[in-house]
């Protein structure tokens, strides 16, 4: 019910051809994304990695499932995959067109510069794998998902909070999984960051120690500006 507040969030469909010398096998992941604007969304950069078609998916008045193709995507200049860029941020983030006139109605205000975000209370938001804090992460339905936690510390452009079994949980406390990359993550009702990663000590399950990791829009609202500008004079 509480991923119902965020209309905002699409669900990604990935391709991926698989060449072999006899056939290319066309193998299909998942990811999340953030409408922004009537045919843009923002998403993770990774997520583009060795991809041959992205789509975003979105369901109309009639509750009907469409998928639309992403015919541009913009990877922030910086961004490198598998590693920080050379000024020490991920820059995990990308701006995607959607073809064919989705016409989103949903598009989200982004956070302001100077909002104070670390120790607040976040809402999480995307369509990835489920399962409980004991078990991890487990299964893929492709519902939406949302749930709550608290920042606790920044590293450069990573905004990260986690999840400990001696900790008093926050109401439908949540982890990001597999899935979740390029979903939400929201401070006041406003667009706080875009979800890139888990990381754990052990293993990413999505359970108890493990933590999450989001791109902070703060430092990347210019560069969205910007981009969404010079598109719109192509």
């Known amino acids: 019910e509480y991923a119902k507040k965020f209309d905002c969030i699409k669900s990604v469909e990935i391709e991926y051809h698989l060449e072999n010398k006899e056939e290319i096998k066309k193998v299909i992941g998942f990811a999340s994304c953030v409408v922004i604007a009537e045919d843009w969304v923002l998403t993770a950069a990774h997520i583009s990695h060795e991809a041959k078609n992205i789509y975003i998916k979105h369901e109309t008045e009639n509750r009907l499932q469409k998928k639309y193709l992403v015919d ?5 200049k910086d ?6 860029s050379i000024n020490g941020n991920t820059c995990d983030i990308a701006l995607c067109h959607v073809a064919n006139n989705p016409n989103f109605q949903s598009g989200v205000e982004l956070v302001d510069i100077d909002a104070e975000v670390l120790n607040k209370l976040v ?10 804090f004991n078990t991890g992460a487990k299964i893929y339905d492709g519902k939406k998902r949302a749930g709550s936690n608290v920042t606790e510390s920044i590293v450069n452009d990573i905004i990260l909070f986690g999840s400990e079994k001696n900790e008093k949980p926050t109401v439908v406390e949540m982890l990001v999984a ?6 939400g993550v929201f401070l006041d009702g406003k667009l706080l960051g875009i979800i890139s990663f888990i990381a754990s000590s052990d293993s990413t399950r999505s359970d108890y120690g493990d933590s999450s990791g989001f791109v902070d829009i703060r430092k990347h609202k210019r560069w969205i500006h910007d981009t969404l500008i010079s598109a719109s004079k192509k």
């Open 72 to 76: 541009e995507m913009i990877i922030h």
């Open 79 to 84: 961004f490198v995959m598998d590693g920080k």
């Open 123 to 132: 809402a999480i938001c995307g369509f990835g794998v489920t399962g409980d």
């Open 178 to 183: 597999t899935g979740d990359s390029g979903g």
